[in-house]
């Protein structure tokens, strides 16, 4: 349902500098932006996950009005049938810049970007202001969203929350990460 989205306003902030979210997607609509996971407390703050109008994916962080760390899929992902696998780590004290935003997609790390700013600032998710899932101020995500994991406080490999089966050699969720 194109509607539909989850929000949790915390009474009390959790770990602003690591967390990883790991989710399962299915895209049912292409184009246009649509939002995963975002927290805006206002218009110079905001993180963002989601598919941008490209069907590339987007990860970024506005702090003060600035990016504060972005990271923009070459690869687009547009297969309406396929179940993706997205692991988002946000790590801002890992001591290799480039590592302190990393994304994964059905076990693999993403590494060729069109545009790649390195997370400098606490992230905005996991603050006192709406976490949202599925929304993004009025955009909403257009498809199908399980097993939903996020972790406060550790920065967790893709390989914690997927396998490769081995008969199918096809990338699939643990059932209990």
């Not at 009005?65 to 179940?83: C, E, K, L, M, P």
């Not at 399980?146 to 199918?168: K, L, Q, W």
Request: glycine share 10%; charged share 15%.
């Amino acid at each position: 349902m194109a509607s539909t989205y989850l929000s949790r306003t915390p009474s009390s902030a959790g770990n602003l500098t690591t967390w990883t979210l790991s989710m399962w997607v299915k895209r049912s609509i292409l184009g246009g932006e649509k939002p995963l996971f975002s927290c805006r407390p206002d218009g110079n703050n905001e993180t963002f996950v989601g598919f941008g109008g490209s069907d590339t994916l987007v990860y970024k962080q506005k702090t003060s009005g600035s990016t504060s760390g972005q990271i923009v899929t070459n690869r687009v992902f547009r297969d309406t049938s396929a179940w993706y696998n997205l692991v988002f780590v946000y790590d801002i004290n890992n001591g290799t810049a480039g590592d302190r935003g990393r994304l994964y997609v059905n076990g693999v790390r993403e590494t060729s970007f069109s545009a790649q700013t390195n997370f400098s600032q606490n992230s905005s998710w996991n603050s006192t202001t709406s976490n949202a899932i599925g929304i993004s101020q009025s955009a909403y995500f257009d498809g199908s969203m399980a097993h939903v994991n996020f972790i406060d406080g550790t920065a967790y490999p893709a390989s914690t929350f997927g396998e490769t089966n081995a008969a199918s050699g096809i990338w699939t969720p643990i059932a209990s990460p």
